[in-house]
C-alpha cells in the first residue's frame, strides 16, 4: 500500500505494523489500520488497551517504535497537530480566567484555519454567556466551549478522548447529539474514545475495538455485524472471547 497520497485525497489515517513501547512494555503493537472519511468512528477497549496511546500517535504527540502512520497523507512530525486534526481530551486545556471571548480569541491566533463566525455559532447554540469566565461555567458548559475551540478550527478529523466523562447522563447526551450533528453536517472524521458502549449506540457507524494492544475488531460496523448485533455488545463479546482465549 502507498502511504503517500495528495492530502486532499488521502484518508484521515493509515497505519501499518504500528507499535509504542514503553519501560513497562507495548502499550500498542502490530497495529495495521485504515480509518476511512466521514464515519463516526468508536475507539473502546478496557483500560490500558492502547486507546490514548493510539490518538498519541495519530497527533504526534507521541512517536512510534515500530511501524508508521500517516494522517492525511502526512507523516506526524511531532511539532504539532496536522492542521486538519482537532483534540480534546478529557481534561479539556482551557483557561479558567479567560473569559469564552478571550478563549475564542486564542483560538484565531493559534490556528490558520480558524472561522470565528462559527465558533460564536456554536457557542449561541449552547447558550453560554461569551463574557463568562471559564472558571465559572458549568461542566457541561466547559466541555461545549472546548468543542467549539476544536471544531472551529475546521477540521477534517475530530479526535476525542473520553471528553464527556465528567458529565451527567442529560449532559452526555445532549453534548453527544450536538456533536454528531455538526460532525455529519460538516464531514468530518471523529474518533470518539469512551467506556460507556450504550451512548455510542446509533452513534458510531465505524468500530475498533483495542485490547492489552492489539485491534480484535476494526471496520463499519454494519459489516462487521451482518445480523443487525449492536455496537456494544458486539464489542463486548468479542472482548469476552479474547479473555476466554487468554485463560485456556
Known amino acids: 500500500m502507498n502511504l503517500r497520497r495528495q ?24 497495529t495495521s ?9 468508536a475507539l473502546v477497549g478496557p483500560n490500558g488497551a492502547g486507546k490514548s496511546t493510539l490518538m498519541g500517535l495519530i497527533t504526534g504527540l507521541l512517536r512510534p517504535s515500530t511501524g508508521g502512520i500517516t494522517v492525511f497523507g502526512d507523516h506526524p512530525t511531532g511539532k504539532g497537530l ?26 484565531a491566533r493559534t ?9 460564536e455559532y456554536l457557542i449561541g447554540q449552547a447558550a453560554v454567556p461569551m463574557d463568562a469566565k471559564v472558571g465559572t461555567l458549568s461542566g457541561g458548559q466547559r466541555t461545549r466551549v472546548a468543542l467549539a475551540l476544536a471544531l472551529g478550527k475546521r477540521p477534517r478529523l475530530l479526535l476525542l478522548d473520553e471528553p464527556l466523562a465528567d458529565l451527567d447522563p442529560l449532559a452526555r447526551e445532549t453534548v453527544l447529539r450536538t456533536l454528531i450533528a455538526e460532525a455529519r453536517t ?25 485490547h492489552k ?36
Open 82 to 107: 496536522h492542521p486538519a486534526v482537532s483534540y480534546l481530551a478529557q481534561q479539556k486545556p482551557l483557561y479558567p480566567q479567560f473569559t469564552v471571548t478571550e478563549t475564542l480569541t486564542f483560538g
Open 186 to 210: 460538516q464531514g468530518i472524521t471523529v474518533l470518539l474514545s469512551s467506556h460507556v458502549l450504550a451512548e455510542l449506540e446509533g452513534v458510531c457507524d465505524h468500530l475498533v475495538l483495542l
Open 7 to 30: 492530502p486532499d485525497q488521502a484518508l484521515p489515517v493509515i497505519a501499518q505494523g504500528l507499535g509504542k513501547k514503553y519501560r513497562r512494555g507495548w502499550a500498542l503493537r502490530e
Open 33 to 41: 489500520l485504515v480509518i476511512p472519511n466521514n464515519r463516526i468512528v
Open 111 to 119: 490556528n490558520s484555519t480558524w472561522d470565528q463566525g462559527y465558533a
Open 213 to 248: 494492544g492489539l485491534i480484535l475488531l476494526a471496520g463499519d460496523v454494519d459489516q462487521l455485524s451482518a445480523n443487525g448485533t449492536p455496537l456494544g455488545e458486539l464489542a463486548l463479546n468479542r472482548m469476552r472471547q479474547a479473555v476466554q482465549e487468554e485463560a485456556a
